[in-house]
């Protein structure tokens, strides 16, 4: 209680009920495991229990057992679907959260190859083409034999549908026999997921008396057991079947095998089918096995829906052509995160709903152009406002209303939609009231906290409850984004109120900056006025980026930059040392997007860095194992990641900062050659839709562009940045920090040939 500020929420009570999950859930693990040595159990488990490997990690004085070093996954499912599946870096798939998981194995000359035991080479996972959400796992176990798993989900009907296609061929010159398996666990990427009830009947599965998977091919042996004997995988060798169990334990599997003989060049495929079935339906209601026919149609139908919606919206080129696989993939399957009514984090712990994570994938979606879905989203955050004004997902968090009144305007300028601003006032007021009203909590008596946010435990990555300027940062652009409501809506006394409250909230907001930054002797603002400077100052960044409430050249941005990337990079990107203990991404790219306001080119080091510690499948957990490269927190694939690194990468080629219309401000010079092609089209910004194009002539690039407006959109300069002087006259150029050259756009369309740098041509 004492080592954080006062608070009147202590802790977020949302986020006890998770704890208690994970801990008891960890606990379970321990005990399932460690009485059970002789079964097989996950990629993440096999390599902490390894003393060998660079993930072990001892219990002897920790009896929860948790994946924190191998914390991995990519999420599939269909666009407008709530339920997503998970594929491991094993292959594993668990269908949906806390549920039940499968993977193939194989034996080959009285040899076992279990994927969960595979290490180095021996596991090789890609995307379709690099970049459609169908992943393919290969595994290289032999030069003879092409083992892979494909898994994809359909749509067919109601009903949607994860397809596995096991892939095996003979490359050798002579027969090889096999046996080849598919076994259903009695656990997921992250615990214990408790098989109480297993039956294998007509070509189905089924798994605590709901379907749960298809077999396109009878099996030729089925086999079920319990932790009271050996691991049904091992059983099967000796060709006994059973195909159901009753388990008190949970701790039951089954099996199902193939005998195969392979020729030389020949190809099996055998292909299983999985239920993903969406919480609105009953999950045991019966169903028909799907035909060949009906799957081959489905994945047809599901590539083309992949196609049109990347043909939606914005569109990008630029020359790291590493930079834009990972756009591509993370675009093509963004819609993972949309859960109808709002957008989730995750798809396993963080399978929920938080205005903060919202906030992020919402303003990605609206620059991409994605409207459509958007409405939706703000019934939801109106839902949460409680009487008080608060928009309430977590007590004790105390940016979520300017998160939620950034979101609506954000919103409500993308779109041109003034008609919905007079349903949603009231909301904002009381938003904007509420926020009033917490400020003059601490407005009472004097101290270094006065006039902000309350005490709280905020983006929880910061550490205890204290005064975060995270929260101020976040309140006082919810103000100021109810000002301009109240100003379209001709409310005068209420925009007044309002302009009185920014003003006082700015002013004591720096007084408090003013005097941390004194008493940390200007070594960079810390997160809050009684904090030293440590990694949790990341937090105040987003004044800068996407907030926009600070110029590049105030005076606590630069020390707190340098404090940061003095101290708390490893390997390249972002270490936060609070709660996550691992390399994180989305906070990278915070690092990065301050960095890209400065036009201070070190923000190239730290993007590369975190394409470098993706997963091959361009997934990002929460953070990242500095050893293992895996993940050791949270959702092993992030949304809050996937939105920054779309938002980021738009950001350097639109961006409005300073009151301007920035284009291609601080893109490198070495994009700049004869053949360059770099180009955007139909950024949503809140000061209209742009694009833009440089095409490479020779010595010469030809420039041109387009800011196209709606009703509820502002005239504001536009720029466009050239990395270097261009050595001749022109009213339209003007000089820029660090040698740059500006090109001001007085225009809403038009071209310009500009010299290329003479070094690029």
């Not at 404090?563 to 390249?572: A, P």
């Amino acid at each position: 209680m004492h080592i954080g500020r006062p608070s009147e929420v202590m802790f977020p009570r949302e986020l006890i009920g998770q704890g208690v999950s994970i801990v008891l859930s960890g606990l379970n693990n321990t005990l399932a495991f460690q009485s059970n040595p002789d079964w097989i159990w996950p990629l993440w488990y096999e390599r902490q229990r390894d003393p060998e490997d660079q993930g072990f990690i001892p219990t002897g004085m920790n009896l929860i057992t948790s994946n924190i070093t191998m914390r991995n996954w990519i999420s599939l499912g269909v666009p407008g679907s709530e339920v997503e599946c998970m594929v491991d870096p094993a292959g594993m798939l668990t269908l949906q959260e806390y549920s039940w998981s499968m993977f193939p194995y194989l034996r080959m000359e009285n040899t076992l190859h279990l994927p969960t035991q595979f290490t180095g080479g021996q596991l090789q996972q890609e995307l379709e083409e690099g970049c459609w959400p169908s992943v393919t796992t290969q595994y290289n176990i032999d030069p003879r034999l092409q083992w892979s798993s494909q898994i994809e989900v359909v749509q067919i009907g109601n009903e949607e549908l994860v397809v596995i296609t096991h892939k095996l061929k003979n490359c050798g010159d002579s027969l090889l026999d096999l046996t080849f398996g598919i076994t259903l666990r009695p656990y997921n990427q992250i615990s214990i997921s408790h098989i109480n009830k297993i039956k294998f009947k007509n070509s189905l599965w089924r798994i605590n008396h709901c379907a749960a998977l298809w077999t396109m091919e009878e099996p030729h042996r089925v086999l079920t057991a319990d932790r009271n004997g050996p691991d049904p995988i091992h059983l099967c060798e000796s060709g006994e079947t059973r195909n159901s169990k009753i388990s008190k334990s949970g701790v039951a599997a089954g099996v199902a095998e193939w005998s195969l003989e392979l020729n030389q060049n020949e190809t099996r495929i055998i292909t299983t089918v999985a239920t993903l079935r969406k919480k609105s339906l009953d999950p045991l209601a019966r169903f028909q096995k799907p035909t060949t026919e009906a799957l081959e149609q489905a994945q047809a139908q599901i590539r083309e829906r992949w196609k049109t919606a990347a043909a939606c919206g914005l569109q990008l080129q630029i020359p790291d052509a590493r930079w834009m696989t990972a756009w591509h993939a993370v675009r093509n399957r963004i819609f993972v995160f949309d859960d109808g009514t709002h957008f989730s984090p995750g798809t396993y712990h963080y399978h929920h709903f938080w205005i903060r994570d919202n906030a992020f994938l919402f303003m990605a979606h609206m620059q991409m152009g994605l409207l459509n879905s958007l409405p939706q989203k703000l019934e939801k955050i109106i839902s949460v406002q409680n009487r008080e004004g608060f928009f309430r997902s977590q007590d004790g968090e105390w940016d979520s209303n300017g998160q939620a009144i950034f979101t609506i305007v954000n919103y409500v300028k993308a779109s041109g939609n003034l008609d919905v601003l007079k349903s949603f006032w009231p909301a904002i007021w009381k938003g904007a009231m509420w926020i009033s009203t917490m400020r003059n909590k601490s407005r009472q008596s004097p101290g270094v906290h006065f006039g902000l946010m309350p005490a709280g435990f905020s983006a929880e990555h910061f550490g205890p409850n204290d005064h975060y300027y995270w929260d101020n940062f976040w309140s006082l652009q919810g103000i100021n984004d109810a000002i301009w409501v109240a100003d379209v809506l001709g409310h005068v006394s209420e925009k007044s109120f309002l302009c009185e409250l920014s003003e006082e909230y700015s002013e004591d907001l720096n007084a408090s900056i003013h005097q941390a930054m004194q008493r940390n002797s200007g070594r960079g603002l810390p997160s809050s006025p009684y904090r030293k400077v440590d990694s949790s100052a990341i937090g105040n960044l987003v004044a800068i980026a996407p907030l926009d409430l600070i110029k590049p050249e105030v005076d606590w941005l630069g020390p707190t930059i340098e404090t940061l990337m003095n101290e708390s990079l490893s390997q390249g990107m972002f270490y936060q040392k609070i709660i996550h203990t691992g390399l994180n991404s989305y906070l990278s790219i915070q690092l990065a997007r301050a960095l890209l306001a400065r036009n201070d080119p070190r923000w190239q080091g730290i993007l590369q860095s975190v394409l470098d510690h993706a997963t091959s499948t361009w997934t990002w957990p929460e953070a990242i194992h500095p050893r293992t490269g895996g993940g050791c927190m949270g959702d092993g694939d992030h949304g809050w990641a996937a939105a920054e690194l779309l938002s980021f990468t738009i950001s350097l080629l639109v961006r409005v900062q300073d009151g301007q219309i920035l284009l291609g401000m601080g893109i490198p010079e070495s994009w700049y050659t004869p053949t360059m092609d770099v180009y955007v089209e139909n950024v949503v910004t809140r000061h209209g839709t742009i694009s833009w194009r440089l095409i490479g002539q020779g010595e010469n690039a030809e420039l041109s562009w387009s800011i196209e407006r709606n009703q509820a959109q502002r005239k504001i300069p536009a720029i466009f940045a050239l990395p270097v002087p261009l050595g001749f006259a022109s009213p339209h150029l003007s000089s820029f920090a660090q040698g740059r050259s500006i090109l001001a756009l007085d225009n809403d369309h038009g071209t310009f040939v500009i010299p290329l740098p003479k070094e690029n041509r």
